[in-house]
């Protein structure tokens, strides 16, 4: 019987083993999540919990090394293997670039810093190098001039689910072709290429370089680079050119900064996200109205996953509630628990015994029956904590 270990973190693990296990129930299949994993949803769906909830078999890595006919898959996974303690084994990793470009670390970032206008992802053997296998297959897509690291690595995500799905059934029958990697034009960077302890922008470069180094350092769950106390969520190259000490302000307004460089001026744009998710919270009506002038998308989620509705939802903010939803804010924007605003209202009532932000999202069409991702409902949590003064309402 075949034996197929998923080991991995994130989206694109989960896709893999949810594949395995819905296509090939009767073998024997394993888990291997990264250290990291605690078995708790963050900004992405934890790879663990997911597994166990299916009932799939943690392991160890050196629990598969003499299994004979087992296929290794490594998604994301965070140790390197060696090949040669595996018995009979196919090992196969999928990488977030389009090798032999950027072997290794930091596959969202050092594109962007280069400036790159593709990358892609590839499927390939693992041998005894660090993503030097053979190529089986590769999906290449453009990077658009306004993506940042958070926006190439979803993009990674996405193209990797499509290559995984053409190509799991042929790597798990052993029916594919592959080609060695060409020797010109790769490049491999490793953990010190870039020290995320101490970043810094390097003003002394063009005004395309110096984008660069913000887009390439955007990555909200992570950082956001900062400029004169600001968090800066986005570049524009302008055509005029100030002749200033690269990096000295020539303009700056409520939405931005325009600072010089080596050659074009450049225009930083100032994040009022985190502008936005504080007054939602504390309830302060004229930051608000501020803030949502300077963002493009209301139904954001800070680091935490909570938008600006969960937010004054949970606080019991009535003003800023019915603000948000008249401005387009989304009730079915969920917490990583998928927790929805209606139910920290429930909490802000439970907590303090005001029911107005409830009643104002009830009226405003929020969904009773919704179910978090534990698959509990309000009504559930209801009479899960004995707080039944609302229950009519679920």
Not at 101 to 114: C, E, I, Q, R, V
Not at 318 to 339: E, P, Q
Request: proline share 3%; aromatic share 12%; with cysteine.
């Amino acid at each position: 019987m075949q034996a197929i270990c998923v080991a991995g973190k994130n989206e694109i693990a989960i896709e893999g083993l949810r594949y395995v296990v819905d296509i090939y129930p009767d073998s024997n299949i394993f888990f291997i999540p990264n250290k990291n994993d605690l078995g708790v949803d963050t900004w992405q769906p934890s790879f663990k919990k997911y597994a166990l909830g299916r009932g799939i078999k943690q392991v160890n890595l050196e629990d598969l090394y003499e299994i004979e006919n087992l296929v290794f898959l490594s998604l994301e996974f965070d140790r390197i293997i060696s090949p040669k303690k595996f018995r009979g084994a196919q090992l196969f990793n999928v990488h977030f670039s389009l090798l032999p470009k950027y072997k290794g670390m930091y596959t969202s970032a050092l594109p962007l810093l280069h400036g790159e206008v593709t990358s892609g992802v590839t499927l390939h053997f693992i041998d005894a190098g660090i993503d030097t296998g053979d190529i089986i297959a590769q999906i290449e897509f453009d990077i658009d001039p306004g993506d940042n690291a958070r926006d190439l690595y979803f993009r990674y995500l996405a193209n990797s689910k499509k290559l995984l799905r053409s190509h799991i059934d042929s790597i798990l029958s052993g029916e594919f072709s592959s080609i060695a990697q060409e020797s010109m034009g790769a490049s491999y960077y490793s953990k010190s290429s870039i020290n995320y302890s101490s970043l810094s922008i390097d003003f002394n470069k063009c005004a395309f370089e110096i984008s660069n180094q913000f887009r390439a350092f955007t990555f909200r769950e992570y950082q956001v680079p900062r400029f004169e106390g600001w968090q800066i969520i986005g570049t524009e190259i302008l055509l005029d050119k100030s002749h200033l000490k690269p990096g000295a302000i020539v303009s700056e307004d409520s939405g931005s900064f325009v600072i010089s460089t080596v050659d074009y001026d450049l225009k930083l744009k100032k994040d009022y996200y985190p502008i936005l998710w504080v007054a939602s919270e504390s309830g302060d009506v004229l930051a608000l109205e501020l803030a949502l002038k300077f963002v493009d998308d209301i139904n954001a989620r800070n680091e935490n996953g909570w938008s600006a509705l969960i937010l004054a939802s949970y606080h019991g903010q009535i003003a800023l509630i019915d603000t948000l939803l008249n401005c387009g804010a989304s009730m079915s924007v969920v917490g990583y628990n998928g927790t929805t605003p209606l139910m920290y209202a429930f909490s802000y009532y439970e907590r303090h015994g005001d029911e107005r932000a409830f009643k104002m999202l009830l009226s405003r069409g929020a969904d009773v029956s919704a179910v978090d991702n534990a698959g509990k409902s309000l009504r559930d949590y209801m009479i899960e904590r004995n707080c039944l003064g609302l229950i009519q309402y679920a």
